[in-house]
């Protein structure tokens, strides 16, 4: 598959698949503790002469749509995002709990993201109400994330 969105346009375009070559996807992102634009710009810029296919845009803190929009201008490589992540940090700034996010609100990201020009998504399709809640109840039980 080639993960390119119409909204945008860039230079580096590659496949990715049984049969082609490795990958090199980069992250990186502000959070709520250091939110400097700047900083993730020349982090994508160093990625990509470093040889990054893509980068993946992992901000959850500061203005998330305005910080996708300038890395998105500034990518010459494919763009990716973990909508969950926006999707946390919205619930969290309306004072709700993470495990209130609810499908309209994540489809709605998905969406806004697609459409600001978004190349991929990681999508966790394992997290559900019922697991949220299992894990509401028992807490972490290792320091990861997803499988």
Known sequence: MIPKNINRKFEKIVGIGKGLRTKVNANIGTSPDHIDIAEELAKLD???KAGADAVMDLSTGGDLTHIRKEILAAS????GTVPIYEAACRAVAKGKKIFEIDEE???D???EQ???GVDFMTIHC???KANVEILRRHGRLAGIVCK
Do not use: D, K, R
Request: charged share 5%; aromatic share 6%; proline share 0%.
């Open 105 to 107: 609100l994540l489809f």
């Open 126 to 128: 394992v997290v559900n």
């Open 76 to 79: 010459s490589v494919q763009v």
């Open 46 to 48: 160093v990625a990509v």
């Open 114 to 116: 697609a459409q600001q």
């Open 109 to 111: 990201i998905i969406e």
